[in-house]
């Protein structure tokens, strides 16, 4: 089944230690966007990728990078995570030539911070 | 300032019964509306949507309901099932957006007693 896979599903850092989160999609779909989801929130994005062009939102902190080296993978840089990152992590991906906008998510990483 | 609003952060259903959760939005440009449903521990899934050409989209037990006058859409689910217990989380698209971007609401959880 073609799927949107993120790894891991829980990641514990430290305070101010660097962690990256993966996400790989079988899709093949052009679009691939990171959110944040924190408790009884709506989750909220981060940056896209429209193929390799990459769009960060004004308000995602300075703290967050992203990497798409192909079609089927992203990464999210967390680069010295805070204790107000500690939150559900979602990617999703679209495709922008076909089903503009429904956008099918992965299961997402928990990310803890001690 | 949020754009799209679920004021109910929860509903309580028998079975059998109708579901009804509603989402307000303030934006005009919004031109698409989605329902995503989440199971915990899992990511969001495309459930439904409308375009705002239409005021009504119906899929089995699901119908969506768009009044744009009123900024305001509803999800009714009927008759509800206990499987359908989760967090619906309303969304909309503006156009011409170059990757899509969805602006969630807050989520409702359903409960569905058997």
């Known amino acids: 089944d073609a799927m949107v896979i993120q790894n891991p599903r829980y990641q514990v850092t430290q305070f101010g230690k660097p962690v990256t989160l993966s996400c790989s999609q079988t899709?093949?779909?052009?679009?691939m966007y990171w959110y944040q989801q924190k408790s009884s929130q709506a989750p909220k994005l981060l940056f896209h990728?429209?193929?390799?062009?990459?769009?960060n939102e004004a308000d995602t902190p300075d703290n967050f990078q992203s990497r798409r080296p192909n079609t089927s993978f992203c990464f999210l840089d967390i680069r010295s995570p805070g204790l107000g990152d500690a939150a559900m992590y979602l990617c999703?991906?679209?495709?922008?030539?076909?089903?503009?906008?429904?956008?099918?998510f992965g299961d997402g990483t928990r990310l803890s911070i001690l | 300032d949020q754009q799209v609003k679920q004021n109910s952060p929860s509903l309580s259903v028998q079975e059998g019964r109708i579901s009804i959760l509603n989402c307000d939005y303030t934006?005009?440009?919004?031109?698409?509306f989605l329902w995503y449903k989440k199971y915990p521990a899992e990511g969001p899934t495309f459930l439904i949507s409308?375009?705002?050409?239409?005021d009504k989209n119906e899929d089995g037990r699901f119908t969506v309901f768009l009044n744009k006058s009123a900024k305001h859409l509803s999800l009714h689910i009927v008759p509800s099932q206990p499987g359908d217990s989760a967090v619906y989380f309303c969304?909309?698209?503006?156009?011409?957006?170059?990757?899509?971007?969805?602006?969630f609401g807050g989520g409702t959880r359903l409960m569905v007693k058997p």
């Open positions: 899709l093949n779909h052009n679009v």
């Open positions: 969304a909309a698209l503006s156009g011409g957006n170059a990757g899509n971007m969805l602006t």
């Open positions: 934006n005009s440009m919004f031109d698409y």
């Open positions: 990728y429209y193929d390799k062009d990459f769009n």
């Open positions: 409308i375009s705002s050409i239409k």
């Open positions: 999703a991906t679209s495709n922008r030539d076909r089903d503009l906008a429904t956008q099918h």
